[in-house]
Protein backbone atom coordinates (compact mmCIF):
# COMPACT_ATOMS: atom_id res chain seq x y z
CA UNK A 1 0.00 0.00 0.00
CA UNK A 2 2.64 2.43 0.72
CA UNK A 3 5.00 1.94 -2.06
CA UNK A 4 1.64 2.09 -4.06
CA UNK A 5 0.99 5.20 -2.77
CA UNK A 6 4.38 7.09 -3.19
CA UNK A 7 4.44 5.50 -6.84
CA UNK A 8 0.90 7.06 -7.07
CA UNK A 9 2.30 10.53 -5.81
CA UNK A 10 5.27 10.41 -8.17
CA UNK A 11 3.34 10.22 -10.93
CA UNK A 12 0.61 12.50 -10.05
CA UNK A 13 2.39 15.02 -8.40
CA UNK A 14 5.28 17.69 -10.34
CA UNK A 15 8.74 16.07 -9.32
CA UNK A 16 9.43 19.38 -7.56
CA UNK A 17 6.70 18.63 -5.40
CA UNK A 18 7.10 14.84 -4.69
CA UNK A 19 10.99 15.06 -4.06
CA UNK A 20 9.62 17.06 -0.73
CA UNK A 21 7.38 14.17 -0.05
CA UNK A 22 10.41 11.92 -0.87
CA UNK A 23 12.45 13.09 1.65
CA UNK A 24 9.98 12.77 4.57
CA UNK A 25 10.04 9.13 3.34
CA UNK A 26 6.89 9.02 5.91
CA UNK A 27 4.70 5.88 4.73
CA UNK A 28 1.97 6.73 6.45
CA UNK A 29 2.08 11.10 5.33
CA UNK A 30 2.11 9.54 1.56
CA UNK A 31 -0.48 7.25 1.73
CA UNK A 32 -2.96 10.07 3.51
CA UNK A 33 -2.11 12.68 0.71
CA UNK A 34 -2.12 9.81 -2.00
CA UNK A 35 -5.45 8.95 -0.71
CA UNK A 36 -7.08 12.91 -0.59
CA UNK A 37 -5.19 13.76 -4.11
CA UNK A 38 -7.07 10.75 -5.66
CA UNK A 39 -10.37 11.57 -3.52
CA UNK A 40 -10.37 15.91 -4.06
CA UNK A 41 -9.00 16.01 -7.49
CA UNK A 42 -6.74 18.71 -7.03
CA UNK A 43 -5.04 20.34 -10.44
CA UNK A 44 -1.82 20.53 -8.45
CA UNK A 45 -0.49 19.84 -5.44
CA UNK A 46 2.21 21.87 -3.42
CA UNK A 47 4.07 20.68 -0.71
CA UNK A 48 5.48 23.17 1.33
CA UNK A 49 9.04 22.59 2.74
CA UNK A 50 8.88 25.40 5.30
CA UNK A 51 11.78 27.03 2.96
CA UNK A 52 11.47 30.83 3.19
CA UNK A 53 10.59 30.39 -0.93
CA UNK A 54 7.99 27.84 -0.03
CA UNK A 55 6.21 30.28 2.47
CA UNK A 56 6.42 32.88 0.02
CA UNK A 57 4.82 31.35 -2.40
CA UNK A 58 1.53 30.81 -0.45
CA UNK A 59 1.55 34.24 0.77
CA UNK A 60 1.52 35.23 -3.38
CA UNK A 61 -0.90 32.83 -3.95
CA UNK A 62 -3.31 33.72 -1.18
CA UNK A 63 -3.23 37.47 -3.11
CA UNK A 64 -3.77 36.02 -6.37
CA UNK A 65 -6.18 33.90 -5.44
CA UNK A 66 -8.13 36.98 -4.09
CA UNK A 67 -8.73 34.80 -0.84
CA UNK A 68 -6.75 38.00 1.24
CA UNK A 69 -6.04 41.48 -0.56
CA UNK A 70 -3.49 44.04 0.71
CA UNK A 71 -3.20 46.88 2.90
CA UNK A 72 -1.66 49.95 2.93
CA UNK A 73 0.61 49.07 5.84
CA UNK A 74 3.57 46.44 4.53
CA UNK A 75 3.11 43.15 5.36
CA UNK A 76 -0.74 43.72 5.96
CA UNK A 77 -3.81 41.55 4.67
CA UNK A 78 -7.16 41.31 4.86
CA UNK A 79 -9.44 38.55 4.22
CA UNK A 80 -13.67 38.01 4.14
CA UNK A 81 -15.66 35.31 5.22
CA UNK A 82 -18.97 34.57 3.57
CA UNK A 83 -21.42 36.47 5.08
CA UNK A 84 -22.83 33.10 7.00
CA UNK A 85 -19.37 31.93 7.43
CA UNK A 86 -18.64 34.49 10.37
CA UNK A 87 -17.89 31.54 13.54
CA UNK A 88 -17.60 28.27 15.05
CA UNK A 89 -20.55 26.33 13.56
CA UNK A 90 -21.01 24.29 16.10
CA UNK A 91 -24.38 22.73 14.99
CA UNK A 92 -22.69 21.03 11.87
CA UNK A 93 -19.08 20.10 14.10
CA UNK A 94 -19.49 16.66 14.77
CA UNK A 95 -17.17 13.86 16.09
CA UNK A 96 -18.09 10.44 14.62
CA UNK A 97 -18.48 7.99 17.29
CA UNK A 98 -18.28 4.04 16.07
CA UNK A 99 -21.42 2.03 17.46
CA UNK A 100 -21.54 1.39 20.81
CA UNK A 101 -19.64 4.50 21.83
CA UNK A 102 -21.37 7.49 23.83
CA UNK A 103 -20.35 10.76 25.05
CA UNK A 104 -23.62 12.25 26.88
CA UNK A 105 -25.75 15.30 26.03
CA UNK A 106 -23.42 18.51 24.87
CA UNK A 107 -21.61 17.06 21.72
CA UNK A 108 -23.13 16.95 18.43
CA UNK A 109 -21.84 13.27 17.41
CA UNK A 110 -22.68 11.50 14.48
CA UNK A 111 -22.23 7.43 13.24
CA UNK A 112 -19.31 7.12 11.70
CA UNK A 113 -19.56 5.08 9.41
CA UNK A 114 -22.41 7.33 8.04
CA UNK A 115 -20.03 10.14 8.74
CA UNK A 116 -16.99 9.01 6.68
CA UNK A 117 -19.44 7.83 3.67
CA UNK A 118 -20.99 11.51 3.63
CA UNK A 119 -17.67 13.29 4.12
CA UNK A 120 -15.96 11.23 0.85
CA UNK A 121 -19.10 12.07 -1.52
CA UNK A 122 -18.49 15.72 -0.27
CA UNK A 123 -14.85 15.33 -0.73
CA UNK A 124 -15.42 14.11 -4.25
CA UNK A 125 -13.91 16.11 -6.70
CA UNK A 126 -13.54 19.05 -4.75
CA UNK A 127 -10.62 20.18 -5.61
CA UNK A 128 -10.89 20.52 -9.33
CA UNK A 129 -9.27 23.34 -10.71
CA UNK A 130 -7.48 24.25 -7.35
CA UNK A 131 -4.08 23.84 -5.63
CA UNK A 132 -3.67 21.59 -3.03
CA UNK A 133 -1.31 23.12 -0.31
CA UNK A 134 0.08 20.13 2.00
CA UNK A 135 1.85 21.25 5.02
CA UNK A 136 3.68 19.84 8.19
CA UNK A 137 3.56 20.99 11.35
CA UNK A 138 4.30 20.87 14.90
CA UNK A 139 1.34 21.50 17.79
CA UNK A 140 3.96 22.19 20.42
CA UNK A 141 7.25 24.18 20.01
CA UNK A 142 9.67 22.17 18.50
CA UNK A 143 12.02 19.22 19.63
CA UNK A 144 9.47 19.21 22.81
CA UNK A 145 8.08 15.90 24.57
CA UNK A 146 4.70 17.94 24.81
CA UNK A 147 4.42 18.22 20.90
CA UNK A 148 2.41 16.08 18.40
CA UNK A 149 2.68 16.78 14.90
CA UNK A 150 0.28 17.16 12.60
CA UNK A 151 -0.25 17.36 8.08
CA UNK A 152 -2.63 19.66 6.91
CA UNK A 153 -4.19 19.29 3.40
CA UNK A 154 -6.26 22.37 1.97
CA UNK A 155 -6.88 24.37 -1.01
CA UNK A 156 -7.19 27.44 0.52
CA UNK A 157 -4.05 29.64 0.68
CA UNK A 158 -5.49 31.48 3.57
CA UNK A 159 -5.96 28.77 5.70
CA UNK A 160 -2.17 27.36 5.47
CA UNK A 161 -0.80 31.38 5.59
CA UNK A 162 -2.81 31.89 8.67
CA UNK A 163 -1.55 28.61 9.86
CA UNK A 164 1.87 29.52 8.74
CA UNK A 165 1.42 32.45 11.60
CA UNK A 166 0.13 30.36 14.13
CA UNK A 167 2.05 27.01 14.20
CA UNK A 168 5.70 25.86 13.96
CA UNK A 169 6.98 24.51 11.17
CA UNK A 170 6.65 20.87 10.87
CA UNK A 171 8.99 19.93 8.12
CA UNK A 172 12.16 19.43 9.74
CA UNK A 173 10.88 18.06 12.93
CA UNK A 174 9.41 14.99 10.54
CA UNK A 175 12.52 14.57 9.53
CA UNK A 176 14.40 14.80 13.21
CA UNK A 177 11.57 11.91 14.05
CA UNK A 178 11.92 10.09 11.19
CA UNK A 179 10.08 7.86 8.65
CA UNK A 180 7.87 6.52 11.44
CA UNK A 181 6.81 9.45 13.19
CA UNK A 182 2.90 9.80 13.83
CA UNK A 183 0.82 12.43 13.39
CA UNK A 184 -2.62 14.00 12.95
CA UNK A 185 -4.34 14.62 10.03
CA UNK A 186 -6.32 17.12 8.67
CA UNK A 187 -8.29 17.68 5.40
CA UNK A 188 -10.09 21.20 4.55
CA UNK A 189 -11.67 22.01 1.35
CA UNK A 190 -13.00 25.49 0.87
CA UNK A 191 -15.20 24.32 -1.51
CA UNK A 192 -16.74 26.10 -4.86
CA UNK A 193 -15.71 29.50 -4.52
CA UNK A 194 -17.61 32.85 -5.53
CA UNK A 195 -15.63 36.01 -5.02
CA UNK A 196 -13.01 33.89 -3.50
CA UNK A 197 -15.65 33.26 -0.43
CA UNK A 198 -17.01 29.76 -0.06
CA UNK A 199 -20.34 29.30 -1.83
CA UNK A 200 -21.99 26.28 -0.40
CA UNK A 201 -22.39 27.01 3.28
CA UNK A 202 -25.43 25.24 4.22
CA UNK A 203 -23.32 22.26 2.62
CA UNK A 204 -20.53 22.99 5.89
CA UNK A 205 -19.68 20.16 7.78
CA UNK A 206 -16.67 19.63 10.25
CA UNK A 207 -16.21 16.04 11.25
CA UNK A 208 -14.04 14.61 13.55
CA UNK A 209 -12.88 11.43 13.65
CA UNK A 210 -10.79 10.64 16.57
CA UNK A 211 -11.04 6.69 16.21
CA UNK A 212 -8.37 7.69 13.10
CA UNK A 213 -6.74 10.76 14.18
CA UNK A 214 -8.54 12.47 11.37
CA UNK A 215 -10.55 15.86 10.92
CA UNK A 216 -12.52 17.04 7.62
CA UNK A 217 -13.97 20.81 7.38
CA UNK A 218 -15.73 21.43 3.86
CA UNK A 219 -17.49 24.36 2.18
CA UNK A 220 -16.09 26.70 5.10
CA UNK A 221 -13.31 29.13 5.47
CA UNK A 222 -13.80 30.68 9.24
CA UNK A 223 -10.64 30.21 10.94
CA UNK A 224 -12.45 28.53 13.73
CA UNK A 225 -13.55 25.69 11.31
CA UNK A 226 -10.87 25.51 8.56
CA UNK A 227 -7.72 26.06 9.93
CA UNK A 228 -7.66 22.17 11.28
CA UNK A 229 -4.20 22.58 13.77
CA UNK A 230 -6.61 25.03 16.18
CA UNK A 231 -10.10 23.76 17.65
CA UNK A 232 -10.21 20.75 15.55
CA UNK A 233 -6.99 19.18 16.20
CA UNK A 234 -7.84 19.92 20.04
CA UNK A 235 -10.63 17.08 19.69
CA UNK A 236 -8.14 14.77 18.92
CA UNK A 237 -5.38 15.94 21.85
CA UNK A 238 -8.03 15.90 24.26
CA UNK A 239 -8.59 11.69 23.85
CA UNK A 240 -5.51 11.31 23.57
CA UNK A 241 -4.37 13.08 26.61
CA UNK A 242 -7.41 11.42 28.48
CA UNK A 243 -5.42 7.88 27.24
CA UNK A 244 -1.93 9.16 28.69
CA UNK A 245 -2.52 11.17 31.33
CA UNK A 246 -1.83 14.93 30.57
CA UNK A 247 -4.32 17.57 29.62
CA UNK A 248 -5.29 19.71 26.43
CA UNK A 249 -6.94 23.09 27.54
CA UNK A 250 -8.23 26.03 25.77
CA UNK A 251 -6.08 28.21 28.05
CA UNK A 252 -3.51 30.72 27.80
CA UNK A 253 -0.29 30.84 29.25
CA UNK A 254 1.36 33.68 30.89
CA UNK A 255 4.19 35.40 32.64
CA UNK A 256 2.85 37.23 35.74
CA UNK A 257 5.47 40.04 37.17
CA UNK A 258 5.82 40.05 40.66
CA UNK A 259 7.78 41.92 43.29
CA UNK A 260 11.72 41.67 42.34
CA UNK A 261 11.16 40.63 38.79
CA UNK A 262 9.81 37.70 40.13
CA UNK A 263 7.74 35.98 36.96
CA UNK A 264 4.73 33.75 38.22
CA UNK A 265 3.21 31.37 35.17
CA UNK A 266 -0.66 31.57 35.09
CA UNK A 267 -3.03 29.33 32.83
CA UNK A 268 -6.51 30.89 32.03
CA UNK A 269 -9.64 29.38 30.78
CA UNK A 270 -12.52 31.49 29.38
CA UNK A 271 -14.91 30.98 27.01
CA UNK A 272 -14.26 33.08 23.50
CA UNK A 273 -15.08 36.84 24.44
CA UNK A 274 -14.96 36.95 27.43
CA UNK A 275 -10.99 38.66 28.18
CA UNK A 276 -9.09 35.69 27.55
CA UNK A 277 -6.47 37.26 24.55
CA UNK A 278 -6.31 40.56 26.22
CA UNK A 279 -6.00 39.42 29.47
CA UNK A 280 -2.22 37.35 28.15
CA UNK A 281 -1.18 40.02 26.79
CA UNK A 282 -1.70 43.40 29.67
CA UNK A 283 0.71 45.52 30.08
CA UNK A 284 3.40 44.79 32.68
CA UNK A 285 3.19 41.23 32.12
CA UNK A 286 4.67 38.90 29.34
CA UNK A 287 2.76 36.12 27.04
CA UNK A 288 3.06 33.29 26.22
CA UNK A 289 0.12 31.98 24.09
CA UNK A 290 -3.24 33.41 24.41
CA UNK A 291 -5.40 30.17 23.31
CA UNK A 292 -4.31 26.33 23.79
CA UNK A 293 -2.34 24.52 26.10
CA UNK A 294 -0.89 21.45 26.41
CA UNK A 295 -0.36 20.30 30.18
CA UNK A 296 2.06 17.75 31.72
CA UNK A 297 3.02 16.83 34.90
CA UNK A 298 6.90 16.82 34.85
CA UNK A 299 8.66 15.77 37.96
CA UNK A 300 5.77 16.47 40.32
CA UNK A 301 5.79 19.86 38.84
CA UNK A 302 2.72 20.86 36.70
CA UNK A 303 3.99 22.66 33.23
CA UNK A 304 2.50 23.63 30.21
CA UNK A 305 3.36 24.80 26.34
CA UNK A 306 1.54 27.09 23.83
CA UNK A 307 0.44 25.19 21.00
CA UNK A 308 0.55 27.49 18.82
CA UNK A 309 3.20 30.45 17.93
CA UNK A 310 0.84 33.14 16.83
CA UNK A 311 -2.70 34.56 17.89
CA UNK A 312 -6.11 34.54 15.87
CA UNK A 313 -7.66 37.19 18.29
CA UNK A 314 -11.03 39.04 18.19
CA UNK A 315 -10.40 42.36 16.76
CA UNK A 316 -13.52 43.91 18.32
CA UNK A 317 -12.56 46.63 21.23
CA UNK A 318 -9.31 46.19 20.38
CA UNK A 319 -8.52 50.06 21.19
CA UNK A 320 -5.26 52.22 21.95
CA UNK A 321 -5.96 52.87 25.41
CA UNK A 322 -6.80 49.45 26.65
CA UNK A 323 -4.23 47.38 24.31
CA UNK A 324 -1.56 49.24 23.94
CA UNK A 325 1.01 46.56 23.08
CA UNK A 326 -1.62 44.92 20.33
CA UNK A 327 -2.39 48.19 18.97
CA UNK A 328 1.08 48.91 18.50
CA UNK A 329 1.75 45.63 16.37
CA UNK A 330 -1.60 46.35 14.58
CA UNK A 331 -0.14 49.57 13.55
CA UNK A 332 3.34 48.39 12.68
CA UNK A 333 4.64 46.86 9.52
CA UNK A 334 4.57 43.06 10.04
CA UNK A 335 2.60 39.92 8.63
CA UNK A 336 -0.88 40.75 9.79
CA UNK A 337 -4.35 38.78 8.72
CA UNK A 338 -7.24 40.75 9.46
CA UNK A 339 -10.39 38.89 8.76
CA UNK A 340 -13.84 40.57 8.69
CA UNK A 341 -13.14 43.98 9.39
CA UNK A 342 -13.94 47.12 6.94
CA UNK A 343 -11.47 47.66 4.35
CA UNK A 344 -11.22 51.91 3.68
CA UNK A 345 -10.37 52.93 0.47
CA UNK A 346 -6.88 54.13 1.42
CA UNK A 347 -6.40 50.67 2.26
CA UNK A 348 -6.83 50.80 6.26
CA UNK A 349 -8.53 47.95 8.72
CA UNK A 350 -10.94 49.53 10.56
CA UNK A 351 -13.43 47.53 13.44
CA UNK A 352 -16.16 48.36 15.83
CA UNK A 353 -14.82 49.60 19.42
CA UNK A 354 -11.76 51.07 17.76
CA UNK A 355 -12.27 54.25 19.39
CA UNK A 356 -11.97 56.07 16.53
CA UNK A 357 -14.92 57.05 14.59
CA UNK A 358 -15.53 55.30 11.58
CA UNK A 359 -14.87 55.80 7.67
CA UNK A 360 -17.57 57.38 5.35
CA UNK A 361 -17.36 54.21 3.36
CA UNK A 362 -15.45 51.21 2.87
CA UNK A 363 -15.81 47.42 2.24
CA UNK A 364 -16.98 44.79 4.81
CA UNK A 365 -17.71 40.80 4.52
CA UNK A 366 -21.21 41.95 3.43
CA UNK A 367 -20.37 44.23 0.37
CA UNK A 368 -20.03 48.01 0.85
CA UNK A 369 -20.83 49.58 3.79
CA UNK A 370 -21.67 53.51 4.85
CA UNK A 371 -22.60 54.92 8.10
CA UNK A 372 -26.45 54.13 8.34
CA UNK A 373 -26.64 51.01 5.96
CA UNK A 374 -29.43 49.06 7.32
CA UNK A 375 -29.76 45.21 6.30
CA UNK A 376 -33.19 43.82 4.91
CA UNK A 377 -35.03 43.55 7.80
CA UNK A 378 -33.78 47.43 8.50
CA UNK A 379 -31.14 46.36 11.52
CA UNK A 380 -28.35 48.98 11.47
CA UNK A 381 -25.39 47.04 9.94
CA UNK A 382 -22.14 47.42 12.02
CA UNK A 383 -18.96 48.30 9.99
CA UNK A 384 -16.97 45.15 10.69
CA UNK A 385 -18.49 41.42 12.15
CA UNK A 386 -18.50 41.24 16.34
CA UNK A 387 -16.44 38.40 15.52
CA UNK A 388 -13.71 39.71 13.21
CA UNK A 389 -10.13 38.66 14.05
CA UNK A 390 -6.40 39.40 13.84
CA UNK A 391 -3.77 37.11 12.77
CA UNK A 392 -0.25 37.27 14.07
CA UNK A 393 2.78 35.57 15.36
CA UNK A 394 3.74 36.55 19.02
CA UNK A 395 7.38 37.88 18.65
CA UNK A 396 5.59 40.75 16.71
CA UNK A 397 4.05 41.60 20.45
CA UNK A 398 6.55 43.53 22.50
CA UNK A 399 5.63 41.65 25.84
CA UNK A 400 6.11 37.90 24.60
CA UNK A 401 7.45 35.46 26.92
CA UNK A 402 11.37 34.66 26.47
CA UNK A 403 10.12 31.11 27.39
CA UNK A 404 8.14 30.75 24.47
CA UNK A 405 9.09 28.02 22.53
CA UNK A 406 11.09 26.05 25.61
CA UNK A 407 10.41 22.72 24.82
CA UNK A 408 10.14 22.08 28.64
CA UNK A 409 7.17 24.31 28.83
CA UNK A 410 7.05 26.90 31.68
CA UNK A 411 6.03 25.80 35.56
CA UNK A 412 2.44 26.72 36.59
CA UNK A 413 1.85 28.38 39.90
CA UNK A 414 -2.29 29.30 38.95
CA UNK A 415 -4.81 28.45 37.02
CA UNK A 416 -7.89 30.86 36.61
CA UNK A 417 -11.26 30.40 34.89
CA UNK A 418 -13.36 33.05 33.97
CA UNK A 419 -16.99 33.47 32.21
CA UNK A 420 -19.47 36.43 31.37
CA UNK A 421 -21.05 36.44 34.37
CA UNK A 422 -23.75 39.31 35.23
CA UNK A 423 -24.59 38.69 38.78
CA UNK A 424 -22.85 35.40 40.69
CA UNK A 425 -18.83 35.21 40.81
CA UNK A 426 -17.29 37.52 42.79
CA UNK A 427 -14.44 39.68 40.43
CA UNK A 428 -11.87 37.44 41.59
CA UNK A 429 -11.62 34.15 44.04
CA UNK A 430 -8.97 31.69 45.04
CA UNK A 431 -10.03 27.92 45.86
CA UNK A 432 -9.55 26.47 48.37
CA UNK A 433 -7.56 23.89 47.51
CA UNK A 434 -6.94 22.06 43.77
CA UNK A 435 -10.02 19.81 43.92
CA UNK A 436 -12.26 22.47 45.22
CA UNK A 437 -11.23 24.74 42.50
CA UNK A 438 -11.52 21.94 39.52
CA UNK A 439 -15.26 20.84 40.91
CA UNK A 440 -16.74 24.60 41.67
CA UNK A 441 -14.93 26.85 39.53
CA UNK A 442 -13.80 24.71 36.48
CA UNK A 443 -16.08 21.95 36.40
CA UNK A 444 -18.53 24.62 37.39
CA UNK A 445 -17.92 27.11 34.73
CA UNK A 446 -21.16 28.87 33.00
CA UNK A 447 -20.68 31.87 30.91
CA UNK A 448 -23.15 34.30 28.73
CA UNK A 449 -23.12 33.25 24.89
CA UNK A 450 -21.34 35.86 22.41
CA UNK A 451 -20.70 36.22 19.25
CA UNK A 452 -18.05 33.45 18.49
CA UNK A 453 -20.11 30.90 17.39
CA UNK A 454 -23.29 30.96 15.48
CA UNK A 455 -26.38 31.70 17.55
CA UNK A 456 -28.57 33.94 20.08
CA UNK A 457 -26.33 36.37 22.08
CA UNK A 458 -26.32 36.30 26.25
CA UNK A 459 -27.82 33.17 27.14
CA UNK A 460 -25.87 31.42 30.28
CA UNK A 461 -24.29 28.12 28.95
CA UNK A 462 -22.79 25.30 30.90
CA UNK A 463 -18.81 25.60 29.52
CA UNK A 464 -16.65 23.40 32.12
CA UNK A 465 -12.99 24.82 31.65
CA UNK A 466 -14.33 26.79 28.75
CA UNK A 467 -13.72 23.68 27.03
CA UNK A 468 -16.90 21.85 26.29
CA UNK A 469 -17.05 22.52 22.89
CA UNK A 470 -13.90 21.04 22.07
CA UNK A 471 -14.23 17.94 24.24
CA UNK A 472 -14.34 14.53 22.51
CA UNK A 473 -14.43 12.37 26.00
CA UNK A 474 -17.64 12.30 27.78
CA UNK A 475 -17.91 15.64 30.56
CA UNK A 476 -17.41 13.58 33.45
CA UNK A 477 -14.33 11.56 31.82
CA UNK A 478 -12.63 14.87 31.90
CA UNK A 479 -13.03 16.62 35.26
CA UNK A 480 -11.69 13.00 36.72
CA UNK A 481 -8.31 13.67 33.87
CA UNK A 482 -8.43 17.67 35.67
CA UNK A 483 -8.86 16.21 39.04
CA UNK A 484 -6.43 13.49 38.61
CA UNK A 485 -3.58 15.67 37.29
CA UNK A 486 -3.44 17.20 41.02
CA UNK A 487 -2.83 14.04 42.27
CA UNK A 488 0.80 13.56 40.91
CA UNK A 489 1.80 16.94 41.84
CA UNK A 490 4.26 18.01 44.93
CA UNK A 491 1.98 21.21 44.90
CA UNK A 492 -1.05 21.55 42.83
CA UNK A 493 -1.69 25.38 41.46
CA UNK A 494 -3.82 27.44 42.90
CA UNK A 495 -6.92 27.50 41.53
CA UNK A 496 -8.94 30.98 40.96
CA UNK A 497 -11.93 32.12 39.32
CA UNK A 498 -12.50 35.76 38.41
CA UNK A 499 -15.36 37.75 36.80
CA UNK A 500 -14.80 41.10 34.92
CA UNK A 501 -18.45 41.10 33.39
CA UNK A 502 -20.38 41.69 37.01
CA UNK A 503 -23.16 44.01 36.63
CA UNK A 504 -25.00 46.44 38.95
CA UNK A 505 -29.21 46.59 39.57
CA UNK A 506 -29.49 49.08 36.77
CA UNK A 507 -26.92 46.92 34.28
CA UNK A 508 -24.09 48.64 34.97
CA UNK A 509 -20.46 47.22 35.33
CA UNK A 510 -19.64 47.08 38.80
CA UNK A 511 -15.45 47.09 37.30
CA UNK A 512 -13.33 48.62 34.69
CA UNK A 513 -11.59 46.73 31.95
CA UNK A 514 -8.44 47.60 33.67
CA UNK A 515 -9.25 45.99 36.82
CA UNK A 516 -7.86 42.80 35.86
CA UNK A 517 -4.37 43.85 36.32
CA UNK A 518 -5.02 44.17 40.03
CA UNK A 519 -6.51 40.97 39.87
CA UNK A 520 -3.53 38.96 38.33
CA UNK A 521 -0.85 40.88 40.89
CA UNK A 522 -3.51 40.01 43.40
CA UNK A 523 -3.12 35.78 42.32
CA UNK A 524 0.51 36.28 41.94
CA UNK A 525 1.57 37.27 45.52
CA UNK A 526 -1.13 34.74 46.45
CA UNK A 527 0.97 31.55 44.94
CA UNK A 528 4.13 33.58 46.82
CA UNK A 529 2.32 33.35 50.43
CA UNK A 530 2.25 37.27 49.98
CA UNK A 531 -1.44 38.07 51.57
CA UNK A 532 -4.39 37.33 53.44
CA UNK A 533 -7.50 36.51 52.60
CA UNK A 534 -11.33 36.39 53.73
CA UNK A 535 -12.49 33.07 53.87
CA UNK A 536 -16.18 32.88 52.25
CA UNK A 537 -18.15 29.81 51.99
CA UNK A 538 -17.12 29.89 47.94
CA UNK A 539 -13.51 30.72 48.79
CA UNK A 540 -10.82 33.09 49.41
CA UNK A 541 -11.17 36.67 48.46
CA UNK A 542 -8.74 39.68 48.53
CA UNK A 543 -8.68 41.99 52.07
CA UNK A 544 -9.51 45.79 51.60
CA UNK A 545 -6.47 46.92 52.13
CA UNK A 546 -4.23 44.32 49.73
CA UNK A 547 -6.56 45.51 46.62
CA UNK A 548 -6.45 49.25 47.55
CA UNK A 549 -2.94 49.14 47.85
CA UNK A 550 -2.46 47.22 44.67
CA UNK A 551 -4.90 49.47 42.97
CA UNK A 552 -2.69 52.36 43.71
CA UNK A 553 0.43 50.88 42.81
CA UNK A 554 -0.35 49.70 39.22
CA UNK A 555 -3.54 51.54 37.92
CA UNK A 556 -2.36 55.01 40.12
CA UNK A 557 -6.05 54.71 40.93
CA UNK A 558 -8.29 55.29 44.29
CA UNK A 559 -10.05 51.91 45.34
CA UNK A 560 -13.35 52.77 47.54
CA UNK A 561 -14.56 50.62 49.90
CA UNK A 562 -18.31 50.72 48.99
CA UNK A 563 -16.89 49.66 45.56
CA UNK A 564 -14.72 46.77 46.94
CA UNK A 565 -18.51 45.68 49.03
CA UNK A 566 -20.98 45.80 46.02
CA UNK A 567 -17.77 43.92 44.02
CA UNK A 568 -16.94 41.39 46.55
CA UNK A 569 -20.53 40.77 48.49
CA UNK A 570 -21.19 37.33 48.25
CA UNK A 571 -24.55 37.03 46.74
CA UNK A 572 -26.09 34.11 48.23
CA UNK A 573 -29.12 33.19 46.54
CA UNK A 574 -27.34 33.45 43.00
CA UNK A 575 -24.91 31.08 44.49
CA UNK A 576 -27.28 28.79 45.51
CA UNK A 577 -28.90 28.39 41.97
CA UNK A 578 -25.62 28.04 39.93
CA UNK A 579 -24.92 24.87 42.49
CA UNK A 580 -28.39 24.10 41.95
CA UNK A 581 -28.08 23.68 38.14
CA UNK A 582 -24.65 22.85 38.21
CA UNK A 583 -25.65 19.85 40.23
CA UNK A 584 -28.95 18.70 37.95
CA UNK A 585 -26.24 18.80 34.69
CA UNK A 586 -23.35 16.90 36.06
CA UNK A 587 -26.54 14.18 37.47
CA UNK A 588 -28.42 13.92 34.53
CA UNK A 589 -26.85 15.23 31.47
CA UNK A 590 -23.29 14.38 32.09
CA UNK A 591 -21.37 10.77 32.09
CA UNK A 592 -19.01 9.65 34.55
CA UNK A 593 -19.86 12.34 36.52
CA UNK A 594 -17.21 11.57 39.52
CA UNK A 595 -18.75 11.10 42.84
CA UNK A 596 -16.29 14.10 44.40
CA UNK A 597 -18.08 16.08 42.27
CA UNK A 598 -21.44 16.03 44.22
CA UNK A 599 -19.69 15.96 47.55
CA UNK A 600 -17.74 19.14 47.09
CA UNK A 601 -20.78 20.80 45.56
CA UNK A 602 -22.91 19.91 48.75
CA UNK A 603 -20.26 21.29 51.10
CA UNK A 604 -20.31 24.34 49.28
CA UNK A 605 -24.29 24.47 49.47
CA UNK A 606 -24.36 23.66 53.20
CA UNK A 607 -21.57 26.48 54.00
CA UNK A 608 -23.93 29.43 52.07
CA UNK A 609 -27.08 27.83 53.91
CA UNK A 610 -25.54 28.54 57.29
CA UNK A 611 -23.92 32.11 56.02
CA UNK A 612 -27.46 32.85 55.02
CA UNK A 613 -29.23 31.75 58.00
CA UNK A 614 -26.69 34.08 60.03
CA UNK A 615 -26.36 37.08 57.89
CA UNK A 616 -29.22 37.04 54.83
CA UNK A 617 -29.15 36.93 51.35
CA UNK A 618 -26.27 39.53 50.28
CA UNK A 619 -23.49 39.94 52.84
CA UNK A 620 -20.54 41.91 52.56
CA UNK A 621 -16.89 40.99 52.59
CA UNK A 622 -16.01 42.78 56.16
CA UNK A 623 -19.06 40.63 58.19
CA UNK A 624 -17.64 37.35 56.61
CA UNK A 625 -14.21 38.62 57.95
CA UNK A 626 -15.69 38.75 61.29
CA UNK A 627 -17.45 35.79 61.29
C1 LIG B 1 -12.42 30.82 20.08
O1 LIG B 1 -13.52 31.12 19.58
O2 LIG B 1 -12.31 30.30 21.20
C2 LIG B 1 -11.18 31.07 19.33
C3 LIG B 1 -11.27 31.30 17.92
O3 LIG B 1 -10.14 31.02 19.88
S1 LIG B 1 -11.75 29.91 17.06
O4 LIG B 1 -10.65 29.52 16.24
O5 LIG B 1 -12.93 30.28 16.30
O6 LIG B 1 -12.06 28.85 18.02
MN1 LIG C 1 -10.33 29.95 21.76
Known amino acids: MSSSASEFLRLRLAAEQYSKLARVGNAGLNSFVARYVELCQPDRVFVCSDTPEDVEAIRQAALRDKEEGSLATPGHTFHFDGIHDQARDR ?6 LPQGVELGSHFETL ?19 HTMYVRLVCLGPSNSPFTILAAQLTDSAYVTHNEDLLYRRGYQEFLRRGPDAEFFRFVHSAGELENAVSKNVERRRVFIDVTDNVVYSVNTQYGGNSIGLKKLAMRLAISKASEEGWLCEHMFIMGVHGPGQRRTYFTGAYPSLCGKTSTSMLVGETIVGDDIAYIRSVGGEMRAVNVEKGIFGIIQGVNEQDDPILWGALHSPGEVIFSNVLVTEAGRACWIGRGTPPPDRGVNHAGEWFPGKRDASGKEVPP ?3 NARFTLELPLLENVDPLLDDPAGVPVAGVIYGGRDSDTWVPVEEAFDWVHGIITKGASLESETTAATLGKEGVREFNP ?3 LDFLSVPVGRYVQDNLRMGEGLAQPPRVFSVNYFLRDEDGGWLNAKSDKRVWLKWMELRTHNEAETIRTPSGLIPRYEDLERLFHQVLGKEY ?3 DYVKQFMLRIPESLAKIERIMDIYCNQVLETPKIVFEVLELQRERLLIAQAHHGDYVAPETLAAY
Request: hydrophobic content about 30%; charged content about 35%.
Open 91 to 96: KNTRLL
Open 111 to 129: DRDSGLADIAKQLDGIMRG
Open 384 to 386: SHP
Open 465 to 467: MSN
Open 560 to 562: RRD
